[in-house]
Each structure stands twice: as structure tokens, then as C-alpha cells.
């Protein structure tokens, strides 16, 4: 919910919001890739329904979305609908979209979802009021990620993210655990591309040296862009000519990689369970119970083992407290558990 856009490639010292969004979604494609949808809610006094159809197409192009929704408060003209559905854009007033949601996901009233509490969302965007060292995080949760068109670089920068904090983190803290998880999530969207990307070109490589190799350079945007890395690199660390530029626990990452190429195309629905394991944890009302990550875990468990050692990972190359690991997996196991 809610991200603010900005050009990225600006010459300003200070980014320059573009526009804001209500909502993004990202969603499984047959092939396993996420694809994003991206939604707009407006009263619209004075303008047409068309208008913002036309503006959220523009958006969508320049943020590679596929698919995107306008919801209004009136009801829309015909040929209006037709004319966005042309573009990609589906314009509905709030009794279309009910229709909508009912004829797509029938249950969708039945779930118990953490990520569905505005409350949740408040605390969450709130946050950084009480914790001020994790205010750089919070706002690349909620903008930067999603302003960030390279997959490879947003896998970079979402792990840099969380080693920045690390000291800031307890892991008996709630909010804490909470802000790590979905940190991991984001790094689970990135990783879903990777990952995909690597199936697509190499099915399962013949050797990890293989694909160690290949991975790290893939990961820096090929050769040209990794030998300027790590050169680089090289000067800054002094280590060198022995030493390369590689994400931290690269051994670690090269094995994730290999065991999530044995089924790629679960990696689509990892960030959503972890996003609503995270949200669980940002909800205080001990009467409020949740049941949509039982229902993810049910549907793929092999998601669910994917998260776990995701998970893993972070907190191995985060160099993060045990617990945090050890929390996260028992809470992702639990769901396997639950009748």
C-alpha cells in the first residue's frame, strides 16, 4: 500500500517526487515471474474516468507494469471502460469492484489476512517515529524498492539495506522482527527474477563452480560491468588481484540459488508468505487471530521451505543475531504444522 514515484536518473540533489500510488500488487505469471499490477483509487471531482485511465497507463509504462486498476467512487460510462480496457486499465466503481473480487477470488472475504489491517500498515509506516535509526530502511520498504528497475540491482541494495541496520535490530523486539521479515520479502522478489532469469538461461548448470562464476557476474550486469566492480573494489579493499567482488556468504548464496532452481517457479510465492508472517507480528490485538499464511503454506510448502532458507541466508550474510533466524524458520514451519 501507497509508494511514492520518483525519476530516479534526476540531477537534483534531492529526488524529486513524480506522482504517489494507492496500491501495488504483484502477481504469478505461468512462467513463475512476478508481474505488477498497480491500482489508483480517486473521487474524481472535475475529471474524467478516461483521464486517469491515461495516467495510469503512463505510469505503468514507465514502471513496467502489466496491469492496472482504477477504482472510483461513481459509476463509469461504458465506452469509458472500453476504451481503458484497450490500454490495459481496468476502470471500476466500488459495486464493479466487488463484483469484481467476488468472481476472481470467492474467498477472498473468508481469509484472515494480517496484510489486510490498516492498522498494521499505520504501525508499520509509523515506525521510524520510534525507532529513528530505521527510517533509511522504512522509506526503501515503501519507495525505493519499488523506484529501482534493476532486479539485480534491487537484490544488492535490499541486502545492504539490512546489513546497515543490523545493530539497530532486536529480535525480542516485535516491530523489529516485523520490518526484518518484510526486508527479506523484498529480497524474495528479487530473488524470484534472478532466479528465473538463470532457469531460463541454464535450466540447472552442470557444476556450482559453473555457476558461481556466472552468477557473479550476471548478478553485476555482466562483464563489462563486473570487471569495472571489481576493479574497483580491488583499490578500495587493497586485497589484491586474489580477491573478487561478491555478495557476502557468497558460497551461501551460490548453494540458495542452486537448491531454488530445483523448483523455480515457487520462489513466485515466497514473498507473500513472508509479508504476511511480518504483518502478523505489527498486529497487537492478541483477539485477532490469522489464517492466510496457513493457507499459502498449505498451497505450496515448497514455498514455504524456500523461505526458510532465504531466510537463512540473510541473516547468515546480515550477520544478524541466531534468533532471528531461528524465529523466523520456526514460525514458517509452524504454518506447515497447523490443521
Known sequence: MEADIYFSEGVSSKKKLVT??????LVPTEFGELSLLIGDCKTLKNQSPISRSFWLNGLMGLLEAKKGIV?????????????????????????DFEVFAMKTCPEYKNVRAAICNSDAWDRYFNLHKRFPNLEKALKFVKNEFW??????????????????????????NSDHRALLTDL???????????????????????????????????????????TYWNKLYRLASQKGNDNEIELP??????????QLLEEPLSTADVPLILREIA?????????????????????????????????????????????????????????????
Open 184 to 226: 527479506i520479502s523484498l529480497f524474495s522478489i528479487a530473488l524470484n527474477r534472478v532466479v528465473i532469469d538463470i532457469f531460463n538461461q541454464y535450466l540447472l548448470p552442470e557444476t556450482k563452480a559453473n555457476l558461481s562464476r556466472e552468477l557473479k557476474i550476471w548478478i553485476w550486469g555482466g562483464m563489462d560491468q563486473y
Open 279 to 339: 504483518f502478523e507480528d505489527l498486529v497487537l490485538e492478541e483477539s485477532i487471530s490469522f489464517d492466510y499464511s496457513i493457507k499459502l503454506a498449505q498451497r505450496n510448502p515448497q514455498a514455504l521451505r524456500f523461505g526458510i532458507l532465504i531466510s537463512s541466508y540473510i541473516c547468515n550474510a546480515a550477520k544478524l543475531p541466531k534468533e532471528f533466524d531461528t524465529i523466523i524458520a520456526n514460525k514458517l514451519m509452524s504454518l506447515q504444522l497447523s490443521p
Open 20 to 25: 504517489d500510488l494507492d496500491t501495488l500488487a
Open 71 to 95: 477504482l472510483l467512487s461513481k459509476a463509469v460510462e461504458r465506452d469509458h471502460k472500453q476504451l481503458s480496457s484497450n490500454i490495459n486499465v481496468s476502470l471500476f466503481s466500488e459495486s
Open 147 to 172: 523506484n529501482i528497475s534493476d532486479d539485480k540491482l534491487k537484490l544488492r541494495k535490499t541486502l545492504y539495506i539490512i546489513r546497515d541496520i543490523r545493530r539497530e535490530l532486536n529480535p525480542d
Open 249 to 258: 556468504e557468497w558460497d551461501g548464496f551460490v548453494q540458495l540459488v542452486r
